[in-house]
């Protein structure tokens, strides 16, 4: 166990769909990070949030949104699910300053 | 922006004997870390070893070790004794430690398949 917890571990969903993905931080860590990977795209980042706040955008598209509350825990929301969509979806956190990750277990998408 | 490169898609190796990934990167910026992950067949991403640029010495963890050349972007990872457990996907990856739009970032290379033959 890692000490970052993402759920669910895996995802079926229609097109068109809205899903929530949840990532609880390994504790102590005040940023939150969320990865994209693709079959072909390697790992992309999508948002970082810090203490409650987002921090830097990656390549995320307009569809998906994310959060970061006052627990730190972050949940990653995406909609009008395309079958693009379908990955491997990573949750990491670190400390301040950032000198590393921990990742979690991922939540893989499969959109169908 | 940053870029980390990883040059070798595929690379193989016979258990106990020793394999070198490539990576090379660029950046402007003169302190940063390097990080090497391993992602196995159930694709948990795995910390594997550790550079922080300002640091002259190597890092080394157990079978694992680099070669950091600064001046050259360039962050190998060496794996001696190769065990099949070491089989798997490896990630180079860039962070900036700093402030701006990519603070906390990790960049990550396009991946290393290894598999270790028995």
């Known amino acids: 166990d890692s000490g970052v917890t993402q759920t669910p571990k895996h995802l079926i969903t229609a097109t068109g769909q809205r899903v929530t993905l949840r990532c609880s931080p390994r504790?102590?860590?005040?940023?939150v990070y969320w990865y994209q990977q693709s079959l072909d795209q390697g790992l992309q980042f999508l948002i970082q949030?810090?203490?409650?706040?987002?921090?830097a955008k990656g390549n995320i598209l307009e569809r998906f949104s994310a959060q970061q509350f006052p627990d730190l825990h972050s949940e990653l929301n995406l909609s009008s699910l395309e079958l693009g969509d379908s990955a491997l979806y990573f949750c990491?956190?670190?400390?301040?300053?950032?000198?590393?990750?921990?990742f979690g277990s991922g939540t893989r998408l499969t959109v169908v | 922006a940053q870029t980390v490169t990883q040059s070798q898609p595929e690379m193989s190796v016979q258990e106990a004997e020793t394999v070198t990934l490539s990576c090379t990167y660029d950046?402007?910026?003169?302190?940063?870390?390097l990080f090497w992950y391993k992602q196995p067949p159930s694709r948990q991403m795995i910390l594997v070893i550790r550079?922080?640029?300002?640091?002259?010495q190597n890092a080394t963890e157990n079978r694992f070790s680099v070669n950091f050349q600064k001046a050259a972007k360039s962050f190998s990872l060496k794996i001696s004794d190769s065990q099949l457990g070491d089989t798997a996907m490896y990630f180079c990856?860039?962070?900036?430690?700093?402030?701006?739009?990519?603070?906390?970032?990790?960049?990550f290379g396009q991946g290393t398949i290894l598999t270790v033959h028995p």
């Open positions: 550079q922080e640029a300002y640091k002259q």
């Open positions: 990856a860039f962070m900036n430690p700093h402030g701006g739009t990519s603070y906390g970032k990790l960049t």
């Open positions: 504790s102590g860590d005040l940023s």
């Open positions: 950046t402007s910026e003169s302190n940063y870390y």
């Open positions: 949030y810090y203490n409650g706040e987002e921090r």
């Open positions: 990491a956190s670190s400390p301040p300053p950032p000198s590393g990750y921990t």
